[in-house]
């Protein structure tokens, strides 16, 4: 007997990459030659989707009857549909916004150093702009999350993300989100809080932890951080001290935080 249907729902950004690969990376006025040009379909959430399609036939997915559903939003536009076509080719089911008339679809330069091993990502954001509230309304929820068994998002479209990770958690569905960059938004601030499953980066990562001090904490209404109370007879000489400890303590008490209240896994790339 076939196994039930199982979805993975996939949420966030979808653009075009334009590969220049170029042998070493140029100084300010340069002019270089490319040694490779390349275009294709990109953005975290549509890498994501596009690479679990691919996977739909690998015995470990077949036998679970696993699918993709990716939803995003792109221009009226050539390249729109190009990159539709591209993950519908990759077995992925798309849930596509679309932009006003003319609008067109993001797409990000990335310089490849052969020389340095680097790329260098200069995003230019389309005119369809991100998921809107008025996009979301157009969508059937119940149609969307019907065998839905995962959310992954990324944060790029920040509130698009949260809706569905709200609609997914209020569902009783993991959620999980690729955050590789700390937009200093309480949305985002959200929608890490909701994630059982977090990937973010190293430079990411400590950003972040900066910003969790009791102020945040509070204005959040999350459980309040301990507090240090010192006894000394000279507190001057302890004020270092004190700070030092307080600092430190902060994200320490944040992550047991996580782990007490949820199962939450923390990947950390390099």
């Known amino acids: 007997m076939e196994k039930k249907k199982q979805v993975i729902l996939v949420v966030g950004s979808c653009g075009l990459d334009r590969l220049l690969t170029v042998a070493q990376y140029p100084i300010a006025d340069a002019k270089v030659r490319t040694t490779?040009?390349?275009?294709?379909?990109?953005?975290?959430?549509?890498?994501?989707?596009?690479?679990m399609g691919f996977l739909k036939d690998a015995t470990f997915l077949k036998e679970q009857n696993i699918s993709v559903k990716f939803v995003s939003k792109v221009g009226d536009d050539s390249v729109g549909q190009q990159l539709i076509n591209e993950?519908?080719?990759?077995?992925?089911?798309?849930?596509?916004?679309?932009?006003?008339?003319?609008?067109?679809?993001?797409?990000?330069?990335?310089?490849?150093?052969?020389?340095e091993h680097t790329r260098t990502c200069i995003h230019t954001p389309g005119s369809c702009g991100e998921i809107?509230?008025?996009?979301?309304?157009?969508?059937?929820?119940?149609?969307?999350?019907?065998?839905?068994?995962?959310?992954?998002?990324?944060?790029?479209?920040?509130?698009?993300?949260?809706?569905?990770?709200?609609?997914?958690?209020?569902?009783g569905i993991k959620v999980s989100c690729?955050?590789?960059?700390?937009?200093?938004?309480?949305?985002?601030?959200?929608?890490?809080?909701?994630?059982d499953i977090l990937f973010t980066n190293s430079s990411h990562l400590g950003p972040y932890l900066d910003r969790l001090d009791l102020d945040l904490e509070e204005v959040n209404s999350r459980q309040s951080l301990p507090k240090v109370s010192v006894?000394?007879?000279?507190?001057?000489?302890?004020?270092s001290y004190i700070d030092l400890y307080a600092k430190s303590l902060a994200p320490s008490a944040f992550f047991m935080r996580w782990y007490s209240q949820f199962e939450k896994e923390v990947i950390v790339t390099q």
């Open 132 to 171: 809107s509230e008025s996009d979301l309304s157009t969508f059937n929820m119940d149609e969307v999350f019907e065998n839905v068994v995962h959310l992954h998002s990324d944060s790029r479209n920040t509130v698009a993300c949260l809706f569905f990770a709200r609609e997914a958690r209020a569902r």
């Open 36 to 51: 490779g040009y390349n275009e294709v379909g990109g953005g975290n959430a549509a890498n994501t989707a596009s690479t």
């Open 231 to 239: 006894v000394a007879d000279s507190l001057n000489e302890y004020t």
């Open 87 to 115: 993950l519908e080719e990759s077995n992925v089911e798309t849930l596509f916004c679309k932009g006003p008339p003319t609008s067109n679809t993001a797409f990000t330069t990335i310089i490849v150093s052969e020389k």
């Open 178 to 195: 690729d955050c590789e960059k700390d937009r200093k938004t309480t949305a985002l601030d959200e929608l890490i809080q909701i994630a």
